[in-house]
């Protein structure tokens, strides 16, 4: 799993065995810095403004965890860590908010500086996430696709998948289309989705 720097000039690598730093500019890409982790990270990714770098670490064994770094001109120095059991999580697109969902439920945190800040959580299932491009709403899916409204915590609509003969229907991937008005779900038997949303309403 791989993520980009917004200006392009790095790249972050996350691996069984940790998480890499490379430098991309020119034709030969350099390996700035490679830090271990004991149980893997997963979903590596910056900020908006490039500041800071998140992954996460899969629940095995031990708990899971979120991570947080600076981004440094020596490099990655880890800024912060919290102990939970993701399964997934996103950044929101204005780099506010974050959220990590499991089979049970989705935790959601401020992040200021690169520092976690827990804000609540919803007991809503969630293995897939995805913010919609004005950080107001958060897509969740599980066993169904719920949308939920982040001032107040509240599901303001929901979408069932269809069953599977053999399983639950189960959505593994979402991603808001960038107008906002677009949902794209990928079901567990890669049956696609492409859902249709309400326009925001119109401000008085």
Same mark, same amino acid.
């Given at each position: ?12 690598? /996350? ?17 700035? #810095?490679?830090?271990?982790q004991k149980w893997g ?13 998140? /992954? ?13 770094? /600076? ?35 989705? #935790? ?62 189960? /959505? #593994? #991937? ?31």
């Open positions: 799993m791989a993520g980009f720097s917004p200006d392009a000039r790095h790249l972050l690598i /996350a691996t069984s065995l940790g998480i890499e730093l490379w430098e991309v500019v020119g034709e030969s890409p350099v390996l700035r #810095q490679k830090l271990p990270l997963f979903a590596p990714l910056f900020t908006p403004d490039g500041r800071y770098a998140l /992954a996460f670490g899969y629940p095995t064994t031990n708990p899971g965890y979120l991570m947080t770094w /600076a981004v440094t001109t020596k490099g990655l120095v880890e800024r912060d860590r919290v102990e939970i059991a993701p399964i997934t999580y996103a950044l929101s697109p204005d780099g506010k908010t974050v959220a990590a969902g499991n089979t049970k439920q989705i #935790q959601l945190y401020d992040l200021t500086e690169g520092k976690f800040k827990p804000r609540v959580t919803l007991d809503i299932p969630g293995v897939a996430l995805s913010f919609s491009p004005d950080s107001r709403t958060l897509a969740a899916g599980f066993q169904a696709v719920k949308l939920i409204d982040l001032a107040s915590g509240q599901v303001t609509r929901e979408f069932s998948l269809p069953e599977m003969p053999s399983d639950v229907a189960r /959505a #593994q #991937q979402i991603a808001y289309h960038p107008d906002g008005r677009h949902l794209f779900v990928v079901n567990a038997n890669h049956t696609i989705y492409f859902l249709r949303l309400a326009p925001p309403p119109k401000a008085p």
